[in-house]
């Protein structure tokens, strides 16, 4: 059984429980909650392209908060009739817990909200009461396995003007664009973390500069930052979700045809993340 000391421990950490989870089992202590896995969400639309997200909870309501880019196009339509969104039950990461969404009834009850400006978008999957979470219509659970999904609370996020720049964070996500396929390099249902650093700020654009790499697939995916509060205590906050990565652009002129221009364009390392704030103004809206 798990002990009544670890379980405070866990109280500390973001993560909300919609269900008891692994009453029975011990695991080995990770510098992460144990069941950070299973924050993560990978979107997949009809065309099998695919993004990351998360689930959030606000005030008794339930919902997805992805890139406004992964189910919406330039033309701000919508990519997709439908999405399937699918999370680990962590630590166990071949178990699945899977939803197949309308996206288009939803769209037409507006119960999907995105940011004209920021890259957000939110959509209320439905109402979470005693730790139980009642999906409402066009929402259906295709998996079996009796874990349960895990999502932050917006009582306990990080927002912009408090973000300390050079602390620690974490991105999870589904970058689908990486390895090599037929070698089986990586199983991308499965999510993927990464760790870097708070760059930056531009407050002109209200954005956060992440000293950490991004790729297709990362779009929706949380950021959380570390924070020690004394020697025994880290919390670990959403501060954001992926959007983009910054370019790194050279332009070189051809030494015979000074005329011809040649751009190559490559990951900087650096990304840029949207505040929660917007996630809550959405909220809000």
Same mark, same amino acid.
């Given at each position: 059984m798990i002990s009544t000391n670890y379980l405070k421990y866990i109280k500390s950490f973001i993560f909300v429980f919609l269900i008891e989870l692994f009453t029975n089992t011990t695991f080995a202590v990770s510098d992460l909650p144990f069941n950070s896995l299973s924050y993560p969400v990978l979107a997949t639309l009809d065309d %099998?392209?695919?993004?990351?997200? +998360?689930?959030?909870?606000?005030?008794?309501?339930?919902?997805?908060?992805?890139?406004?880019?992964?189910? +919406?196009? %330039? /033309?701000?339509? $919508?990519?997709?009739?439908?999405?399937? $969104? &699918? &999370?680990?039950?962590?630590?166990?990461?071949?178990? =699945?817990?899977?939803?197949?969404?309308?996206?288009? /009834?939803? @769209? =037409?009850?507006?119960?999907?909200?995105?940011? /004209?400006?920021?890259?957000?978008?939110?959509? @209320? $999957?439905?109402?979470? &009461?005693? !730790?139980?979470?009642? @999906?409402? !219509?066009?929402?259906?659970?295709?998996?079996? /396995?009796?874990c349960s999904t895990t999502s932050s609370d917006t009582l306990w996020i990080k927002k912009f003007n408090d973000i300390p720049i050079g602390n620690e964070i974490y991105i999870f996500g589904f970058p689908n664009s990486l390895g090599l396929v037929k070698n089986q390099q990586l199983d991308y249902a499965a999510p993927l973390l990464r760790k870097g650093i708070v760059a930056g700020k531009n407050v002109h654009n209200n954005t956060i500069i992440i000293d950490c790499p991004v790729y297709q697939g990362n779009s929706g995916g949380p950021v959380l930052v570390i924070e020690k509060m004394n020697t025994s205590t880290t919390t670990f906050l959403p501060i954001g979700i992926v959007t983009q990565f910054v370019p790194f652009v050279e332009e070189w002129v051809n030494n015979r045809y000074e005329n011809v221009k040649n751009i190559t364009i490559s990951n900087s390392g650096y990304s840029i993340v949207e505040p929660i704030d917007i996630v809550l103004e959405l909220l809000f809206k």
């Open positions: %099998n392209s695919s993004g990351s997200g +998360f689930y959030l909870s606000d005030k008794g309501n339930f919902y997805f908060v992805t890139a406004r880019h992964v189910i +919406f196009n %330039n /033309e701000l339509t $919508l990519k997709s009739k439908t999405i399937t $969104l &699918s &999370s680990c039950c962590s630590p166990d990461i071949s178990k =699945k817990i899977v939803f197949k969404i309308n996206l288009e /009834e939803l @769209y =037409k009850s507006n119960l999907i909200k995105f940011h /004209e400006i920021h890259d957000v978008t939110i959509i @209320y $999957l439905g109402k979470i &009461s005693n !730790n139980t979470v009642t @999906y409402g !219509n066009y929402i259906k659970r295709i998996s079996s /396995e009796t």
